[in-house]
Every structure is written in structure tokens, then in C-alpha cells.
């Protein structure tokens, strides 16, 4: 399967090649990905976009090796992370990555912070484990943390609780965790979505302040489309297990060329303006998990389906500029959307 | 912190009230006179008649039990029908090899128990779990003197390495004391650790499924690590409270094991007051062994606070 | 989150069955279990045991001195005890005892504990009541209770049987308010009370099938610990009177013969043990099968 060009402005970061994963094995074997290939540049921000169950989380755990090794099969040309190769990577060897050179930060702040340590233990630890630093030194490497994550009197919380703390200082708090090894790549799956729509808007602008001040590259896994407009460089549209559409973010709001991704923009409201009409709904729901689909895994859901759809597998395209969709209807696709309020906005 | 103390001591007091109730009318419910029961199987009809007006049976119920109660309060629990000391003498007397051997008990239950529920859970379904939930289920089944022999018979009968039977006092020197209650601890311990292997299983278990433990293992931390300082310490309530609640069935093998071992403690004291139906014996010695446990209890529910922080406010 | 999404997704895939009871069709899933089969296979074993034992093995009771502690023959299969009576015969007539006292423990502990746990769970003000009194019940070690009712009542198969029932029936009482309090939080019986079901016909509907399954599961608990509660009275001579056979009370025989003659204590024990390591096995089978919460074995 061939992959989309993309700009090699910086060194790579992360560079996935035909990710398949299932769970199960034999004839109930469930396959949770198909061929996912996507990389990641120094000190960009690549979003992973779709619906709930999509895949995206478990592309990511997948890279990590975090998922159960009885259920999981994971498959992959390649992974690598700079000059490492994590595919072939024993769990004590992917554990040498973890907290140190990929950092994660989850959904949910209120139960991803054990509740029985204090903040500034559990986010020393990381330090101890790779760095093999004293106890004291982590502690001092964790008040260094609170305080760049913007923590107001960081001494103060080292000894909290994460019961004592609010959704939002919780989300700090886990960002704290995952950089505190000063990682290439902050993985970040849906780290907003729990929290209060004022303090989303913080965590997010934090995510990238951090970015920039540390130089690291980020995986935004998100279902939100005017998140990935705000923050991300390069987005990547997942559906059922696959990637769909992928490209600069520019490129792919001005072109969208899959009829996923023209279905997200139609129910995407524009910032700013009273929407004319109703936002449109994608009708039909996610396929359930079963067989690799043996054509277009949206076909029965999209508008511009044709025959072929239903037929066979659509190869990704390429669209120039680091662009390409697995869509044989693109031209139709963009020929639609060509008048739609955001593509408009973005040209 | 001091509210939340304060408010289970308290809870305990009615208990221990129910408890004391309950005790007193055990003697007053049954069928018969009290008088009669508590002078024991031997007693002429004038012994009858002095216990009677000694122990104010005579007297309304709730008065009786208005005196009986203010006399356990100051530490009087009657005297033996059978040697005619007071209970809390005898009691006094018999503590010792009952403290050590349930102290010891419990060290090797927690020593025994909890890592290898811990392991079983991280386990899960495999060799080691199946074999270690297969040895808990048998602790469970095996009654504990039948265990007690066992050991009797390969330990101290066949190889000789601990005596048969017999208690050595703290006095003598602590190893030989440690001798003499290696096999009524190992016995007790065995069927104990079922219990809290098997909860301590369950709770990791679940606690393995939580997303900080997902967090956990995205830091990069070993298996160890995961297990034991976050995983089991977030476990540590519900196992602690287990232990609090078994030692009330550890209290009942160590009636049977005492008596087994012929080891002069309550255990034993309480057998013998039974066979001798020396029954201010008996009163007193449940009334000391359930007030024993709802303190321990009362400890137990106070050390939440420092297993779990979200408990102290 | 996407990991549970897609593991609830899988669970979903797996079980599309539709069931109509889900208590009888969960038994029966697991009798057909290799585990299940062979406990239930044991348990009929010692069901024989119990009723065929007179015309298995001789007379459990007959004393001949001049025959003592012999070893075992054809005649006298497991050879004698220190009386000259019949050990084979009195360990299958032993089958009898602990049987009834399983059995009669088991209803004598679900019938009030139901009762009174969906009173407690019913009733506000009755229920903090009732369960100050089952908590001050259970601060006392059953196996010391049990012995202090079985000394203070007549000696008899009914006295060993009330002794190890009452401590048992406050955990059941607990465990049925437990069950009873979370279906009340349940919505469909809220809309039971909100179109005015109300009372025995809440209670009868909607309430105890739903506390039957854990109720199973106890009550075989139950049964377990009770043939362990009358082998201890037994053995430290509170049971049932010498006349009546019990393992217990063989053990307690055995004990100055021990050293000896270890054989008449590994016999009673080995089926006693035998016994209640299949109600429990028995009892974990059932608890897996009926309740997808799992009751931890109470202590």
C-alpha cells in the first residue's frame, strides 16, 4: 500500500507504517485497525480526528504496546520513533519509552490520577523510574513541573491530593506527569473533553505554549473539528480502523476530499456566526467492529457513494501539498462542499 | 480528621451496648432458671438460692442487667462456678499465648496473603492464579483442626522439627514461644489467608482495570511498581477491612487450634468453661472477645484515614 | 477510552443471545460446566452415603471392647476405634449429620434472613434499627456464639442446628439489604411504585426474584460453613450427643490415639473436607454463573 507524500520540512518523529490491529483470534477476530500509516514531525501537531470507537485510541496504545497482549494483535511494517524501532521493541524496551520519551495525557483528570498518592509523588515518578533520580530530586524536578504548568503555588500542591484539586489543575497535573522526562512526542487523547468549556480553551493554549517551549511534537486525538482548526498542523481523519484523509490542516479544511470528512464539516458550526439552518447530521452510525471491510468502510453512510464503493478499496490519492484521501469520489466531494461556510472561511 | 474519629467511636458505643445486651440475655432467654444454669450441673438447691440473691436474680431485668453491666464496666465479670476466681482474672492469666498466637497468625496471613492475592490478580486465570485460588478455596473447606493435625503428625510427630503440643511463656525467652506457636499459626494462617487472599485478589483485580493504573503504565513503570505501590496500596481499605472483619473467624480457630495445641490460653479457657458449664466463665469470655474486636474494628475504620486521604477531610 | 469503547463493543458482539430468565438460564449454563458436574456428582455421592450407609456398613453404634483399634479387615474395612466400633460404618453414618445440620443451616439462615434483610431494606426507621442489631450480632465470633447456645440449650441435633444458624443469619440479612437497597435504585421499579404497585405486590414482584440468586449463593456458603460449625462442636465435645455419629466427633475420639493410629482422624476429616470443598467449589460455580457482580464470599 503506498503513502501520502508529505512536506519534509523537519525530522521525523514518529513514523507508523501499516498499523493492523485485531482483537481476538481465528473467525471471531475483530480487526480494530487496517493499514494505518501516519507520521509525525518535529514540533508539529498532528490531529487524530473520528467518532467515538474509530480507532484512534488504539492506534496510539498500539504504539505504546499498552494494550492487553492476550486480546490484542498488533501488526506493523514499521514503528519508529526517531532512530528506535518500537515494532520490534520488547515491553521492558517499549517501557524505557513510556513517561520518558513519549508522554500521554488522557480523557478523564478525575480518575486518571491515583487517588492515593500525592501529585508531586506521582509526578516525580517518572523521573525516578528513567532517571533513576533521588527522592529528592524528583520532588525538586516535580515542583519545577507544577510551576511550568502553571500551577499558582506549586510548593504548596506538591503534597495534595488529586481529590484536592479541581478537573482543570487535575488535566495540568497529568500534563506535568507526561513531560516531566522532557519527551519528543506528547500524546494527547482527547485531553479536553471532561473539562469545563472554559478551562478546554486553557488546557489547549497550555498543550501548545509547552510545545513550542520544549520543542516536542503532539498527537491530538480529538472527535472535535474546531479543536484541530485552532491547534493542529496536520490532521488525520480516521474511520472504522483506517485513515481516511490526511494533510495540512489548511489543505484539508480548503479541500476536503472524503465524504467523511465533508460529512464532519457540514455538522461543524462556524465560530463567530449565527449558523444559517440546522447543522447537518451524518445519517446512519459506525459500523460495528468484524472483518477489514473489503471496499469503503463509509460507502453505505455517504452521499457520493457509487458502485465502485461498495467494491472495492479506495486507495489513498494523492492530492498534492501532502494531501490524500482514500476516496474515489474526491473530485465530487469538493465540488460540493466548494460553497460550504468553512471551506470558504479557509480559502 | 478528629470529626471522623470521633464519629466512629461513637458508633461504636451502641454497638458494644446491642452486644453486652445480647450476652446478658443469652442466660435469660433460654429455657430454665438462670439461677440454676449459672450454679452449674452440681449445685445444691441453697448455692442455687445464694447465686440467686447474690447475682440479684431476684430482681426486674433491666435492673439485673443495670448491675451486671456496671460490674463489667469496672472490670468485674463475676466469678468461675468452677474454681471461684474472677473471670477477669482468668482472663488475665490466659492472654498471653492468645495474643501471641493471633499476633503471629497475622503476620503470616499478611505476609501470605496479600502478595499473593496481589499476584494472582495481576495474573489473572493463569497457572499461579489458579493453583494459589484453588489452595484458597481449600483453605476455606478444610476445617482448621483437621489442617492442625496434619502438620501435627508430619512436623512434629514424623520429622520432629516443633513439639507436638504445648505453650512456652514469653518469660522463658520469646524463640522458644515462637516454637511453640509455629504450627497452630501456620494452621490458622492457612485457612485466615484464604479469605484475605481471595478479597485482596477481587480488589486488585478491579483496581488493575482503573484508568490510573492505565496512567501508571504510560509513565513507563515496571509491573512491581504498578502492582504493589499503586494498585494494592489504592486496595489497601477494603483488604484492611477484611482482616478487621476475619478476625472474628480467626477468633473461632483459635478456640479450636488452643485446643488442639492444648495451649493455655482463652481459646482453651473457654473450652474448658463449656465442658464445666461454667457459664459466668463463658459470658465473660464472648463479652471480652467481641469487645476486643469492636476495638479493633474501631482502629481498623480510623486507619482508613491514613490508607486513604480522600477519607480525612 | 477508546480501548473500553471497543472491548464493550466486542462483549456486545458476543452476547447478542436474548434471554427470558436470566437466573434459570445462568444455572443452567452452569451445570454444564465440568466443575459444576463433578461437585454435584460428590455431593450425590455422600447423599448415597448418608442413605444407603445401613446397608453399606455395619452398625455405627456397636461397642465390642475386646476388639479395639484394629487395623482394617475385610470384615471391618476401615478398622476399629478405641471402642471396637465399626469406623467405616460410622464414618458413612457420620453423612447423615453433617447433610441435615448443611441443609437445615442453609434454610434455617435464607428464610429469616430474607425476611428481615427486605424489612431492613424497606423500612427506614425499623431498618437502622434492625441492622444496629445485626451489626452488634456479628461484633460476636459465631463459633463462640454457637457454643455458648449450644451449651446452654439441651444437647440434640436441633440445639447444634439453631446455635450455628443464628450467627449465620445476620450476614445473610446484610447481603439481601445490599441487594434489595440497589434494585430499588433500579428504574423500572420506580415506575412499578410511580403507577401505584406498591407493598407485598412490589415486594413479590419485583423485589425477592431478584434477591434469589445471591440468596443461593449464600445459603451454599452457608451450608459450608455450617458442616465446618458442627464438625468444631463436635470436636470440642458441644455437638450432638456421643449416641448420634459425626465427624466431629470422631476426630474428637481420635485425638489421644492420634500419634498412633492417624487413620481414624484421616478418615472423618478427609470426608468432611471432601464435603464442604464441594459445597464451596459449588458455591463459587453458582456465585459466578448467577450473579455478574460477584458476591465476595462473606466472611
Redesign the interface.
Known amino acids: 500500500m503506498t503513502d501520502t507524500l508529505r512536506m519534509q520540512t523537519g525530522k521525523t518523529v514518529l513514523d507508523v507504517r501499516n498499523l493492523n490491529l485485531t482483537f481476538g483470534r481465528g473467525d471471531n477476530a475483530l480487526h480494530a485497525l487496517d493499514h494505518v500509516s501516519l507520521s509525525v514531525q518535529q514540533g508539529e501537531i498532528l490531529s487524530l480526528v473520528g467518532e467515538s470507537g474509530c480507532g484512534k485510541s488504539a492506534t496510539m496504545m498500539a504504539i505504546l504496546g499498552l494494550l492487553p497482549k492476550r486480546a490484542a494483535t498488533v501488526r506493523a511494517d514499521a514503528i519508529r520513533l526517531g532512530e528506535t524501532d518500537l515494532a520490534g521493541a520488547s515491553q521492558r524496551q517499549l517501557r524505557r519509552i513510556r513517561g520518558n520519551r513519549i508522554g500521554m495525557i488522557f480523557q478523564d483528570p478525575m480518575t486518571s490520577l491515583n487517588p492515593v498518592h500525592t501529585v508531586g509523588f506521582q509526578i516525580g515518578e517518572a523521573v525516578r523510574e528513567h532517571r533513576g533520580a533521588s527522592r529528592a530530586e524528583a520532588r525538586h524536578q516535580a515542583l519545577r513541573m507544577l510551576d511550568l504548568v502553571r500551577i499558582p503555588d506549586p510548593a504548596r500542591r506538591l503534597d495534595a491530593y488529586p481529590h484536592e484539586l479541581s478537573g482543570g489543575m487535575r488535566q495540568r497535573v497529568m500534563i506535568a506527569m507526561a513531560l516531566v522526562c522532557e519527551p519528543e512526542l506528547l500524546i494527547a487523547d482527547e485531553p479536553t473533553t471532561a473539562l469545563d468549556v472554559t478551562v478546554q480553551a486553557q488546557i489547549m493554549a497550555l498543550v501548545d505554549e509547552l510545545r513550542v517551549e520544549m520543542g516536542m511534537s503532539v498527537v491530538l486525538i480529538t472527535h472535535d473539528l474546531g479543536v484541530v482548526a485552532a491547534t493542529a498542523d496536520r490532521v488525520a481523519v480516521m474511520y472504522a480502523g483506517r485513515i481516511v484523509e490526511e494533510g495540512p490542516v489548511e489543505q484539508v479544511f480548503r479541500r476536503p476530499s472524503h465524504g467523511y470528512t465533508a460529512g464532519l464539516m457540514r455538522s461543524l458550526p462556524l465560530d463567530g456566526q449565527v449558523h444559517q439552518g440546522r447543522l447537518q447530521e451524518i445519517p446512519g452510525s459506525v459500523p460495528r467492529l468484524g472483518e477489514a471491510a473489503p471496499n469503503c468502510a463509509f460507502a453505505p453512510r455517504c452521499v457520493f457513494a457509487k458502485p465502485r464503493c461498495a467494491a472495492e478499496v479506495p486507495l489513498p490519492t494523492d492530492l498534492g501539498g501532502g494531501h490524500a484521501a482514500r476516496c474515489f469520489e474526491h473530485s465530487a466531494v469538493f465540488a460540493d462542499l466548494a460553497d460550504n461556510d468553512i471551506v470558504r472561511a479557509w480559502q | 480528621m478528629l470529626r471522623y474519629a470521633a464519629g466512629r467511636v461513637l458508633a461504636g458505643i451502641p454497638t458494644l451496648l446491642l452486644v453486652s445486651i445480647f450476652i446478658f440475655s443469652l442466660a435469660h432467654v433460654t429455657p430454665g432458671d438462670p439461677a440454676v444454669l449459672l450454679a452449674g450441673d452440681n449445685a445444691t438447691p441453697a448455692q442455687v438460692e445464694e447465686i440467686r440473691s447474690r447475682l440479684h436474680l431476684d430482681l426486674p431485668l433491666w435492673q439485673q442487667f443495670g448491675i451486671w453491666l456496671g460490674d463489667a464496666l469496672q472490670f468485674d465479670l463475676g466469678n468461675s462456678i468452677y474454681s471461684g476466681k474472677p473471670v477477669t482474672e482468668l482472663i488475665a492469666q490466659r492472654i498471653e499465648p492468645t495474643l501471641v498466637l493471633s499476633l503471629v497468625t497475622l503476620v503470616l496471613t499478611v505476609l501470605i496473603a496479600v502478595p499473593l492475592g496481589a499476584i494472582s490478580a495481576w495474573k489473572a486465570n493463569s497457572i499461579v492464579d489458579r493453583i494459589s485460588m484453588g489452595v484458597a478455596v481449600a483453605g476455606f473447606s478444610i476445617p482448621v483442626f483437621v489442617i492442625a493435625y496434619l502438620l501435627v503428625y508430619f512436623f512434629a510427630v514424623k520429622m520432629r522439627l516443633f513439639p507436638v503440643q504445648g505453650y512456652k511463656w514469653l518469660a522463658d525467652g520469646w524463640l522458644t514461644t515462637l516454637n511453640s506457636v509455629t504450627l497452630p499459626s501456620i494452621a490458622l494462617a492457612f485457612v485466615f489467608s484464604a479469605l484475605i487472599a481471595r478479597v485482596t485478589r477481587a480488589s486488585v483485580l478491579d483496581a488493575l482495570g482503573e484508568n490510573y493504573i492505565r496512567t501508571a503504565r504510560a509513565k513507563g513503570l515496571g509491573p512491581s511498581r504498578i502492582l504493589f505501590i499503586h494498585a494494592l496500596k489504592s486496595v489497601g481499605v477494603p483488604v484492611v477491612t477484611v482482616i478487621g472483619i476475619g478476625l472474628a473467624t480467626l477468633v473461632g480457630g483459635v478456640v479450636v487450634t488452643e485446643s488442639v495445641f492444648n495451649i493455655p490460653g482463652i481459646g482453651r479457657l473457654t473450652v474448658d468453661a463449656v465442658t464445666r458449664r461454667d457459664y459466668p466463665v463463658i459470658q465473660g469470655v464472648i463479652l471480652f472477645f467481641s469487645a476486643s474486636l469492636i476495638l479493633i474494628n474501631l482502629l481498623v475504620d480510623l486507619s482508613y484515614a491514613f490508607i486513604d486521604p480522600r477519607i480525612r477531610e | 477510552?477508546?480501548?473500553t469503547?471497543?472491548?464493550t463493543?466486542?462483549q456486545a458482539?458476543?452476547t447478542r443471545s436474548r434471554r427470558r430468565n436470566p437466573t434459570l438460564e445462568s444455572l443452567a449454563q452452569a451445570a454444564r460446566e465440568p466443575w459444576t458436574i463433578i461437585c454435584v456428582l460428590i455431593l450425590l455421592g455422600f447423599l448415597a452415603m448418608a442413605v444407603l450407609s445401613p446397608m453399606l456398613a455395619g452398625d455405627p453404634l456397636a461397642i465390642n471392647p475386646a476388639y479395639r483399634l484394629k487395623p482394617p479387615s475385610l470384615e471391618m474395612i476401615w478398622g476399629t476405634d478405641h471402642l471396637g466400633r465399626d469406623v467405616f460404618a460410622r464414618a458413612m453414618n457420620g453423612a447423615r449429620m453433617s447433610l441435615t445440620v448443611g441443609v437445615a443451616v442453609a434454610l434455617l439462615s435464607a428464610i429469616p434472613g430474607v425476611a428481615i434483610g427486605i424489612f431492613a431494606a424497606m423500612n427506614r426507621t425499623g431498618g437502622a434499627l434492625v441492622m444496629?442489631?445485626i451489626?452488634?450480632?456479628?461484633?460476636?465470633?459465631?463459633?463462640?456464639?454457637a457454643?455458648?447456645?449450644?451449651?446452654?440449650?439441651q444437647p440434640g441435633l436441633l440445639t447444634l442446628i439453631i446455635a450455628i444458624s443464628i450467627p449465620e443469619i445476620p450476614r445473610m440479612v446484610r447481603l439481601v439489604r445490599s441487594v434489595v437497597l440497589s434494585v430499588r435504585e433500579q428504574p423500572y421499579v420506580d415506575a412499578a411504585v410511580s403507577v401505584g404497585t406498591g407493598g407485598f405486590a412490589l415486594v413479590r414482584r419485583h423485589i425477592l426474584p431478584n434477591t434469589i440468586a445471591p440468596v443461593i449463593v449464600q445459603a451454599t456458603y452457608a451450608a459450608?460453613s455450617a458442616i465446618?460449625a458442627s464438625?468444631?462442636l463436635s470436636?470440642?465435645?458441644?455437638g450432638t450427643p456421643p449416641d448420634v455419629p459425626s465427624w466431629g466427633g470422631m476426630?474428637a475420639d481420635a485425638?489421644k490415639f492420634?500419634?498412633f493410629y492417624?487413620m481414624l482422624?484421616v478418615y472423618p476429616?478427609a470426608l468432611?473436607?471432601l464435603l464442604?470443598?464441594v459445597?464451596?467449589?459449588l458455591g463459587?460455580r453458582l456465585s459466578d454463573a448467577l450473579d455478574p457482580r460477584?458476591i465476595?464470599?462473606s466472611?
Request: hydrophobic content about 65%.
Open positions: 477510552m477508546a480501548l469503547e471497543t472491548e463493543k466486542i458482539h458476543g444496629r442489631v451489626d452488634a450480632m456479628m461484633a460476636i465470633p459465631a463459633v463462640l456464639l457454643i455458648a447456645l449450644a451449651a446452654l440449650l459450608a465446618i464438625a468444631v470436636f470440642l465435645g458441644v476426630m485425638r492420634f500419634q492417624p482422624m476429616g468432611l473436607s464442604v470443598l459445597t464451596n467449589v463459587d460477584k465476595a464470599r466472611i
